[in-house]
């Protein structure tokens, strides 16, 4: 079982950058797709970004795209994102998720979650 735990998060301002790391207690296997997600207050969760574990292909959001980098370090089970020029719309709680075997967009797929941390953009 592989469990995930969030860091990183906090309170920026307007244009600012803040990293989100996400540990994994377990083995993630190259088959494995990794993502950030996000909800802010109100709206429904949303995918922000993936990596696929074996390859090192990456997907972003339209929204976040040219902004947030995401990365890994397998050999340490670490998966961080990178995020840059933020804006008061990124205000969410950011979740780092799992999905074994694809690499879908869709929050229903992901196998495995962690507790989230918060990102906070003041304007």
């Known amino acids: 079982q592989v469990q995930l735990v969030e860091s990183g998060g906090g309170l920026v301002q307007d244009g600012g950058s803040l990293r989100l790391s996400c540990a994994a207690s377990g083995r993630i296997y190259s088959s494995t797709f990794m993502a950030w997600f996000r909800q802010a207050p109100g709206k429904e969760r949303e995918f922000v970004a993936g990596?696929?574990?074996?390859?090192?292909?990456?997907y972003y959001a339209d929204s976040v795209k040219g902004r947030f980098i995401i990365s890994r370090e397998s050999g340490r089970n670490m998966m961080y994102l990178q995020m840059n020029s933020l804006k008061p719309e990124d205000t969410a709680v950011y979740y780092c998720a799992g999905d074994r075997g694809g690499y879908s967009r869709m929050d229903s797929t992901f196998d495995f979650w962690g507790q989230g941390t918060q990102v906070t953009v003041s304007s």
């Open positions: 990596i696929r574990w074996g390859v090192g292909n990456t």
